[in-house]
């Protein structure tokens, strides 16, 4: 079972993938590698000196990387700020008259699903 998948980049082109198993850091096998490792972007990030540093307490302590953490942190937020972000894009949208809202007897009507 994997616990934790390390990709290192060596002079040769091709990354090589480790992983820290109970035994200790071993080469990746083929039934661990995970699609979405060969997909994972970089970026950049500037973060002010005091989240850095609770990042960088937090990952010593735990023996876990900082990317590890700012990943959860995203992954876990992401939804609400799509959600927040998304539906105030769309009432600017109809505010503009860009975009129009339909009411419940409407949708129904076009759906046929009207009594």
């Not at 091709?14 to 970089?42: F, H, N, R, S, W």
């Not at 995203?74 to 008259?97: Q, T």
Request: charged residues 30%; contains cysteine; glycine residues 4%.
């Amino acid at each position: 079972m994997c616990l934790l998948v390390v990709r290192s980049f060596p002079l040769q082109a091709t990354p090589v993938y480790k992983v820290v198993q109970e035994g200790g850091l071993t080469d990746l096998c083929d039934t661990c590698i995970v699609p979405e490792l060969e997909a994972i972007m970089p970026i950049s990030l500037r973060l002010p000196p005091d989240v850095e540093d609770r990042l960088t307490h937090l990952a010593k302590v735990t023996g876990r990387s900082k990317t590890y953490y700012v990943l959860q942190a995203i992954r876990e937020h992401l939804d609400e700020l799509e959600d927040l972000y998304l539906a105030e894009k769309e009432l600017e949208e109809v505010r503009a008259g860009r975009s129009r809202t339909f009411t419940l007897d409407e949708v129904e009507r076009e759906l046929g699903l009207a009594d």
